[in-house]
Each structure stands twice: as C-alpha cells, then as structure tokens.
C-alpha cells in the first residue's frame, strides 16, 4: 500500500503570511493527488486536485505542486476564514485505491 | 445539483447492529464510485473502502475488511455502510463521497455513538 506522510502536523502562522504543506508519498504517484479542506464540524471541500489544479469557485491564493513523490500546498497570503485542518490524497484508478495524509492543522499566531 | 445525503445520528450500544445511508441525488449514481471515510472525535480522515453501485464492486481498505460491510441498492440512489456488532472504538462521524479521481462531493457526514 502507498503511504503518505504529510508535514507538519501543526503550524501557526500570521495573517497574510506564506504558508506551506508538503505530501510525500512513498512510491510515484504521478499527479494523482488532491489537497481538501476542513474546518470544525464539517465535510472536506476539494480545493486542488490532481497535484495542481486549482477546483472551481476556490480562491487563488490556494495552489498546489509536484509530481511522483513529493508535492507541496501554499496559502499564498492566509486569511483567518483559512483556518482549518489540511488534508493531502493520493489516488489510483485501477483498482480505485485511495490514502489520506495525517492532516495539518493550520492556527492563526 | 449533486447531493449526498447521509442518514442521521446513531446512538447505538457495544454489541448492537447498524446500517447508515447515503443517498446520492443529482447524477448517475450507477456511473460513480462511492467511499466512505471514517473520523474519530479529533482525528484525521480514514478511508474505509468503495463501492461502484453499477455492479456493487466493492473494494476495502485493509484496516477495515471484515469490520464492516459495505453495499448499495442502485433501485434508490443509496449506499450503505453497516456493522454487525458495533464496539465503543467505532465511535467516530461517518462520510460517504463520491468518488472522480478526485472526491469532489460528499455527504454531511453521520456520527454513530456507541456507549454502554
């Protein structure tokens, strides 16, 4: 099975600042994964999928990057409503086999 | 509009039986695989496993398999998780998503209780 190793598990940060994830799988994944939001008390919302591609209606301070093992989500300038726990998700197809990273819970300092 | 609507609150003893729902409105539910995912009070996200209700190809996550069932009735739209004897470590909230490559819809979750 492919594992996925998320960092860091916390991180505070200012408003307006860069904020940063990383993902890293432990086998090539291609671009087959997508970074979801969640904030207290509600389902995840797809912000990007398929390693950079940014889903509709989802602000562009919002992006993501990479390919194979290694990828990485920016907040380009946090804002306080982006306050919430971060999820990466690796997929394959055939068989259709998905894996969560262990989530990163953003705060603001 | 695409929508999943889940099942509401359970609240169960150890050793009970439950069936939760999901029913898929808004699309070709025959035409889209269904997950579920699992969050304990405070934890991240874990996949369960997936069903296609086309054909009811289901798959799970290792963690999961012979835990609970997964299955679906296309005649309704609905997908079913179920357990046969639930124990206090199953309580958790419960999401179904529909499946594209990516999980672009899901359910509002079902938060299943189990205490003595």
């Known amino acids: 099975d492919i594992q996925m190793t998320q960092s860091p598990s916390s991180l505070s940060a200012s408003v307006g600042d860069r904020v940063t994830i990383t993902c890293q799988a432990s086998q090539d994944i291609s671009n087959y994964l997508n970074w979801y939001q969640q904030k207290p008390g509600k389902a995840p919302k797809l912000l990007i999928y398929d390693a950079s591609n940014l889903e509709t209606g989802v602000p562009s301070r919002f992006s993501g990057s990479g390919s194979g093992t290694d990828f990485t989500f920016t907040i380009s300038s946090l804002q306080p409503e982006d306050i919430a726990t971060y999820y990466c998700?690796?997929?394959?197809?055939?068989?259709?086999?998905?894996?969560f990273g262990q989530g990163t819970k953003l705060e603001i300092k | 509009e695409v929508q999943l609507v889940q099942s509401g609150a359970e609240v169960k003893k150890p050793g009970e039986s439950l069936k939760i729902s999901c029913k898929g409105s808004?699309?070709?539910?025959?035409?889209?695989?269904i997950g579920w995912v699992r969050q304990m009070p405070g934890k991240g996200l874990e996949w369960m496993g997936i069903?296609?209700?086309?054909?009811?190809?289901?798959r799970y996550s290792p963690s999961f398999q012979g835990q609970v069932t997964i299955s679906a009735d296309k005649s309704i739209s609905t997908a079913y998780l179920q357990w046969s004897s639930l124990k206090a470590s199953d309580t958790a909230m419960y999401y179904c998503?529909?499946?594209?490559?990516?999980?672009?819809?899901w359910g509002q979750g079902t938060l299943v209780t189990v205490s003595s």
């Open positions: 808004g699309y070709s539910f025959t035409s889209y695989w």
């Open positions: 998700q690796q997929y394959d197809n055939l068989p259709p086999l998905y894996t």
């Open positions: 069903i296609y209700p086309g054909d009811s190809d289901t």
């Open positions: 998503a529909r499946l594209d490559g990516r999980i672009d819809y």
